[in-house]
């Protein structure tokens, strides 16, 4: 009788438990040497504190090194750029956010992220709170359109700079429903934030950290969530799709992250990375860290990822080119 291969016991294991383990069954990567995870922004945002936990976590399931590094600048083009023109083997992974579909649609790049980058995995997306100033008559969504539309440009809007998820998500939500406001540029969120309790602005989108507090203390009026689905830490917010306004069915302007390759890292490494991307996320841990940023888990692996990349840029294209939108608007 011949001998039955450790290869094949695992196999007939795989199947005899089921479907769901076929894929947990996967080959994985096995790093032989660390592994750096470049972080396109500064230490301390959503793409910092999500690069963390999941270098932490994807270095117990290798048993090897990962390491985080900031390469913040260019909306996070030069870390993008550098990992895109980097060893293909995993030892060099990029993790950023939908800047780097926005950006192209504003300026021309060094590089491009659809044929230079390896999608891995979009790891997750984290809603803006659409909020106003208490002072307002505006209770709801449909509140705010009818006001704009009779007081034209008579509100203003709050954003950390043109060509942030914030801004590209009260230009999106203007273009869609035929009203006009004047944006007000700040250098981050937390200006544009004490400028929206001010009344110096009327009006902006921020994520659950920065809004949620000043909405549960009365000094926000939250009218949307601007993800498909509510917030699990607010759900008696609904979504801006849910306001019952026609042109406003499926609006959607998370801020997204995802982890990226070199472009010539092969099919095969990519799915391997991306499967044990998803595997340590599926902790409680992890899922708890997740959920405390206010973020919903996305899952799209290498090629839908990159479809989805596709159609996302198309989006950010349409919307620059039919406002005129420029850089530093």
Known sequence: MRPVSILCLRFVLCL????????????????????????????GGSVDTSARFIAA????????????????????????????????????????????????????????????????????SIPNFLVVHPSLPIYKVQDLIEYAKRQPSRLSFASSGTGTTPF???????????????????KGSAPAVLATLSNQTQLMFGDLNSTMPHIRAGKFRALGV?????????????TIAESGVSSLAGFETSTWIGVF????????????????????????????????????????MTDDFGSFMRTDLERWSRLVKELEIKAGD
């Not at 005899?16 to 230490?43: D, E, N, R």
């Not at 590209?168 to 700040?186: C, D, W």
């Open 168 to 186: 590209m998500g009260m230009a999106l939500l203007q273009s869609v429903s035929g009203i006009q406001m004047t944006h007000i540029p700040f």
């Open 261 to 300: 390759g070199p472009k010539s890292m092969t099919r095969s490494l990519g799915q391997n990375i991306a499967q044990d991307i998803s595997s340590v996320l599926k902790s409680n841990m992890i899922q708890e860290k997740i959920k405390t940023m206010g973020a919903q888990m996305n899952g799209e």
């Open 57 to 124: 976590a994807l270095g117990e399931h290798w048993h090897q090194a990962v390491l985080v590094e900031n390469k913040p600048g260019a909306d996070g083009n030069i870390a993008a750029d550098f990992v895109a023109k980097n060893n293909p083997d995993g030892s060099v992974l990029l993790i950023t956010s939908n800047a780097i579909t926005i950006t192209p649609a504003l300026n021309t790049l060094p590089f491009d992220p659809l044929s230079d980058l390896k999608p891995i995995v979009r790891v997750m």
């Open 226 to 238: 601007s993800g498909l689905q509510r917030s699990a830490l607010a759900s008696d917010i609904p």
């Open 16 to 43: 005899s438990i089921g479907t769901w383990h076929i894929l947990t069954c996967a080959q994985s990567f096995s790093p032989s040497k660390p592994v750096k995870l470049i972080v396109s922004f500064a230490p």
